[in-house]
């Protein structure tokens, strides 16, 4: 599905360099990637008391998932939400981060939707129900590689455009010693607040 399947009411987000997103995210980046690898840490602990056999279909890669989750919330417990299908999002800095496994390719790997197609071309499609997303927000994928063996393999910051792997992040972009000292410079999703209507006074 590309640009032309989209109605002319969807416009894009705002366009971001890596140099940019690099500078933005210094401060945070780490913090991602450190919740990452203690998450893949305890998930191949899991797995390992888990008799091959004994694994459901898919329980490989939703256990994974649910402590991405787990270890996404403990490090930025303000900064997450679910969006429609229950997709787990982060809104950090200017951006708005979601989980991905990419392919061989880089690209994540999913079912083409408008949905999926939306996020890849950075189209000011709503990924919340209630429609009130920061529709400007860049989409980063924080993604990740499988190998054939289970490794898990290769977390990146990557920015997808025009279906296209534009360009992406790695732990050696950033200064990784951050996350051990100090706690994430963040912005914190405030929930809109309802103007008090003021009611006009009634000559007498």
Known sequence: MNLANFSGNYVKRRTVSSTECKYDLKKIAPFLFQAFN?????????IASIPAESRGRGWEASTL????????QKAFPANWRYGKYKRFLLE?????I???????K????????VASSAIAN???????????????????????????FGKINSPSLTYIDEDKV???LTEIDFDMSIAHNVKPQLNVIKPKLKIPTVKKKVAE
Do not use: A, R
């Open 92 to 96: 950090l800095s200017t951006y708005t």
């Open 122 to 148: 950075q189209m000011q499609l709503s990924l919340f129900e209630n429609h009130d997303s920061f529709h400007l927000s860049p989409i980063i994928i924080f993604g990740y590689q499988k190998d054939k």
């Open 65 to 72: 998932n649910t402590k991405m989750i787990q270890h996404f």
């Open 166 to 168: 534009k360009w992406k």
């Open 38 to 46: 203690k998450s893949v840490e305890e998930y191949y602990s899991l």
């Open 106 to 113: 880089g690209k994540p790997m999913n079912i083409k939707t």
């Open 98 to 104: 979601i989980c991905k496994k990419l392919n061989k």
